[in-house]
Nanobody, 122 residues
Framework: EVQLVESGGGLVQAGGSLRLSCAASGFTFDAYAIGWFRQAPGKKREGVSSISNRDGDTYYADSVRGRATISGDNAKNTVYLQMNNLNAEDTAVYYC???????????????WGQGTQVTVSS
């Protein structure tokens, strides 16, 4: 059974930092990509960042590039998202998702965690 468990969310002041963790189990970790998504009230879900556990390729949305760093620990089957200089627009529920890396290189994020709330106070 595939399981993704997020942790590390919470309340932080503007300008502060958080490190989100996504602990994965139930699949071959290094054959998958892990993505971080977020959804704020009344807004569409947004892809924030992703990492290929196969080769370490990363992606960042423009909204977080330069403030976020995604990393993976294949030994612990865990992916981290370090976010710095947080602002009110970062307030959202953050979800991690996993998807198998296809031969084309494309990923379909088929498995999702339960989410962790990040609230940035100004």
């Amino acid at each position: 059974e595939v399981q993704l468990v997020e942790s590390g969310g919470g309340l932080v002041q503007a300008g502060g930092s958080l490190r989100l963790s996504c602990a994965a189990s139930g699949f071959t970790f290094d054959a998958y990509a892990i993505g971080w998504f977020r959804q704020a009230p009344g807004k569409k879900r947004e892809g924030v960042s992703s990492i290929s556990n196969r080769d370490g390729d990363t992606y960042y949305a423009d909204s977080v590039r330069g403030r976020a760093t995604i990393s993976g620990d294949n030994a612990k089957n865990t992916v981290y998202l370090q976010m710095n200089n947080l602002n009110a627009e970062d307030t959202a529920v953050y979800y991690c998702a996993a998807g198998a890396i296809r031969s084309s290189g494309r990923v379909s994020f088929d498995y999702w965690g339960q989410g962790t709330q990040v609230t940035v106070s100004s």
